[in-house]
């Protein structure tokens, strides 16, 4: 099955899985494929202002997606981070932090066999004074 799903973007390439019928595999191989441009478009790494883009062009006040994590708290870290930044201040960067993930993933995989086993805890702990 994995060569099977591997060769899906190739024409005529397509191996018959062993159960399925030969109409099913039919019109797999007759479905349209993704142009090369746009399979290349599509393999380019994220970028921050792309990450930083989307983030902010997302809707409020919208419940949490399967993380947990609320866009509106994304927001809100993106924009103290901007703050502090311009002051010289230490920061949490969280678009840095999504593009590192994100492209992590692309280029290696999910480790964890489920996507909620493995999880990020970004702590920020302030220098002491003295």
């Known amino acids: 099955m994995s ?3 591997g060769c ?7 191996p018959h899985p062993p159960n399925w019928d030969p109409t099913t595999t039919a019109l797999l191989m007759g479905m ?3 142009p090369t441009h746009i399979k290349d478009k599509m393999s ?3 970028t921050y ?20 994590i609320p866009t509106d708290l994304l927001k809100e870290l993106c924009k ?3 703050q502090n930044s311009k ?13 590192t993930t994100y492209n992590d993933i692309e280029q290696k995989g999910i480790m964890a ?3 909620q086993d493995g999880w990020l805890c970004p702590l920020y702990k302030k220098k002491r004074l003295m």
């Open 3 to 5: 060569k099977y799903h």
């Open 113 to 115: 066999p489920d996507i």
């Open 87 to 99: 002051q010289n201040k230490p920061s949490f960067d969280i678009i840095n932090l999504l593009r």
């Open 80 to 82: 103290s981070h901007k």
């Open 44 to 46: 380019e790494r994220l």
């Open 8 to 14: 899906l973007q190739h024409r005529n390439t397509i």
């Open 49 to 68: 202002n792309k990450i930083e883009n989307a983030l902010m062009s997302s809707p409020n006040n919208k419940a949490a997606g399967i993380n947990g």
């Open 32 to 34: 349209l494929q993704l």
